[in-house]
């Protein structure tokens, strides 16, 4: 008896999910879900010179090598009182979801891919490290000041916009060199991947999706350098700060927070920001 193209893509959906790239529901039905870990298991497959089912071969292969680095996640906000510059929350949802416990779940999603990734690449070890834990502040120096602790060779801010319900779109910043950035090109380099990564997620399940570009003309507290310790660093943090979108509109709040996909549709926005942490990490390794 021929299979159905229904148990074709089921076997699909389950091959996917068992090599780690989440599919959705295994129901046959080959959705946004599915189309997104297809995709995403064949930009693995691209980066690593593989042909589609020789992956496991990757233990054996010496000329796949290890990730390593070190990664600070910062979720922006926080806590009850503004400290050191930094507000206990700016934007909140259409539906009411405060901007700080959006920036801590996804900062937990991004961390949870990278030691997924971390653990699947024989050789890797990337350090994963949180500004906060849990709903409390941090002044803006302070954060930075966590990457410099920790030796961090990557430093992603994560933020939500929110301005008038209809104004949307994603935008990356970085510090502007007139403002003390003695890094420009390698964070306009890793703004870039984060920028290109979390668009191209967003655009996949919504076509209105905005793509606001990486600005550099920034004066940010949190990445300045001489916070992250760059002016007097031999190897020198990356740092930039992702908004994802603006949370006040209402098919944002829609795609992120109230519709029946935005569990995916977050995981989605997780798993590029971890990619796009990864390749910069291999372009500096």
Not at 215 to 227: A, F, I, M, P, S
Request: some cysteine.
């Amino acid at each position: 008896m021929a299979a159905s193209i229904v148990d074709i893509r089921k076997l699909a959906q389950v091959t996917l999910r068992d090599k780690g790239f989440y599919s959705g529901e295994i129901d046959g039905l080959w959705g946004k879900g599915s189309k997104a870990a297809f995709a995403e298991y064949s930009g693995f497959l691209r980066a690593a010179k593989l042909e589609i089912g020789s992956e496991d071969a990757i233990v054996e292969d010496s000329s796949v090598g290890g990730i390593t680095g070190v990664v600070v996640l910062d979720p922006g906000h926080g806590g009850q009182q503004k400290t050191g510059g930094s507000s206990p929350n700016n934007a909140t949802s259409y539906s009411g979801v405060k901007e700080k416990a959006m920036t801590l779940e996804l900062a937990r999603l991004v961390r949870k891919e990278l030691n997924r990734i971390s653990s699947a690449r024989p050789d890797s070890n990337i350090e994963v490290h949180l500004t906060r834990a849990g709903d409390r502040n941090l002044g803006l120096t302070d954060r930075a000041r966590v990457a410099r602790a920790k030796a961090a060779d990557v430093f992603v801010s994560i933020h939500y916009n929110g301005y008038d319900g209809r104004v949307r779109g994603t935008e990356t910043l970085i510090l502007s060199a007139a403002n003390g950035n003695t890094n420009p090109a390698d964070d306009g380099a890793l703004a870039e991947r984060v920028q290109s990564g979390v668009f191209a997620a967003l655009k996949n399940h919504d076509p209105g999706a905005r793509n606001r570009g990486v600005k550099d003309n920034q004066r940010l507290g949190v990445l300045k350098d001489v916070h992250l310790q760059n002016p007097r660093a031999a190897l020198k943090t990356r740092a930039c700060l992702l908004e994802v979108e603006f949370i006040d509109v209402e098919v944002v709040d829609e795609l992120l927070n109230t519709g029946q996909d935005a569990k995916t549709v977050r995981l989605d926005v997780a798993r590029a920001m971890a990619q796009a942490i990864v390749e910069d990490l291999e372009a500096h390794s």
